[in-house]
């Protein structure tokens, strides 16, 4: 609330919780799926694609799920918990 240049209301703060809500729920979700390796079929084939191209080993670069070692578990509970914060504001408005 205090980032953003607007007067404290009810509405200000439903418009901005809503907006860091829904970014924190998105990154979660996000990470999510990045960690489940969907993403790492895709990497490998691409890899056989481009294997004359590239000069590292297949060995050497690790897989999209392998990079990201968090969980989004958080980010996705303090995601929702400001949603829901927001719903509330937004009843009462």
Do not use: Q
């Not at 481009?50 to 297949?58: A, C, I, N, Q, V």
Request: aromatic fraction near 14%; charged fraction near 15%.
């Amino acid at each position: 609330m205090l980032v953003r240049n607007e007067p404290f209301s009810l509405l200000s703060y439903i418009n901005n919780s809503f907006i860091y809500g829904g970014t924190l729920v998105f990154i979660g979700l996000w990470i999510f799926v990045v960690r489940t390796g969907v993403f790492d079929i895709f990497t490998m084939s691409m890899r056989k694609v481009f294997k004359g191209k590239s000069t590292l080993e297949d060995d050497e670069m690790r897989l999209p799920s392998e990079i990201l070692s968090f969980s989004s578990s958080p980010i996705l509970i303090i995601g929702g918990v400001t949603l829901a914060a927001m719903a509330i504001g937004l009843a009462f408005y």
